[in-house]
């Protein structure tokens, strides 16, 4: 039996070759710019993190996501480029410090460093996910798509490592008016 998530991708493949020919709408090219800038802000939290705790898990995780976080944004560059659309302006790359150089006043926690991580993956998982539904070239969809899935991968990684830690926040349980409490 073929593989029906395979044979969507090739369906999707072919008709990109079609849709490459037609130029950019303006709601796929405020997608690209938008996430591009998202990648650019969230590069330099990664850098400051990766500054400031010591965790060595930490550390590892925040450079997973600053190798993932280039990836996108050279592929996204690069397409943007191609298309001919102005690239968002990037802030400057964070000089390397020691950690135990800043003071307490300023350091960020663990804590603090994973959620805010978590929210800027969160957030680049829904620009992608609107992206792709609202993009009507397959190519811009597909690469969105690719984002997101790289980023869900990634976050389940995160959400692993802050459990662990007990680091993840979690809201109140809903519990209905008038059932048993757990």
Same mark, same amino acid.
């Given at each position: 039996?073929?593989?029906?998530?395979?044979? @969507?991708m090739d369906?999707?493949? &072919?008709?990109?070759?079609?849709d490459e020919e037609q130029p950019l709408h303006v709601g796929e090219v405020m997608s690209c710019w938008i996430y591009l800038a998202g990648l650019e802000l969230a590069k330099v939290s990664v850098q400051a993190g990766i500054n400031t705790t010591t965790d060595d898990e930490l550390k590892a @995780?925040?450079?997973?996501?600053?190798?993932? #976080?280039?990836?996108?944004?050279?592929?996204?560059?690069?397409?943007?480029?191609?298309?001919? @659309?102005?690239l968002? *302006?990037? *802030?400057?790359?964070?000089? @390397? &410090?020691?950690?135990?150089?800043? *003071? *307490? #006043?300023?350091?960020?926690?663990?804590d603090v460093i994973a959620n805010e991580l978590s929210l800027k993956i969160i957030s680049l998982i829904m620009r992608a996910a609107g992206a792709a539904s609202e993009s009507i070239r397959t190519d811009v #969809? /597909?690469?969105?798509?690719q984002f997101q899935s790289e980023k /869900?991968?990634?976050?389940?990684?995160?959400k692993h490592l802050m459990r662990k830690r007990g680091w993840i926040k979690v809201p109140p349980f809903y519990v209905p008016p008038g059932s048993k409490q757990p």
């Open positions: 039996m073929e593989n029906i998530l395979e044979t @969507i369906t999707l493949k &072919s008709i990109r070759v079609q @995780i925040l450079e997973e996501d600053m190798k993932l #976080g280039t990836s996108q944004r050279e592929r996204l560059h690069e397409f943007m480029l191609k298309e001919g @659309i102005t968002p *302006p990037a *802030p400057e790359e964070m000089p @390397i &410090s020691d950690p135990n150089s800043i *003071p *307490p #006043g300023v350091k960020l926690t663990d #969809g /597909l690469m969105f798509i /869900l991968a990634f976050a389940s990684r995160l």
